[in-house]
């Protein structure tokens, strides 16, 4: 789990970085449209993947058993 968080906060710069570069610097089109296409939703994902519910104690194991609830 510290790997994929660590791999998350990395995408999630990166990506940002890249999405402010293309608001800032007039690149060619071409690197707007791969920014536009890649970055944007991966800095969705990533932060997603940052923000997500973390059960609490008492509900760790109910979540193991059914990890998704439906609501």
Known sequence: MVNQKSLCIVLFAISTIAILACLVIN????????????????????LGLLTMAK?????????????????
């Open 27 to 46: 690149f060619e089109a071409w690197i707007v449209y791969a920014v536009a296409i890649f970055g944007i939703p991966l800095w969705i994902l990533s």
């Open 55 to 71: 059960p609490k104690p008492e509900d760790a194991e109910e979540r193991v058993k059914e990890p998704f609830t439906g609501y």
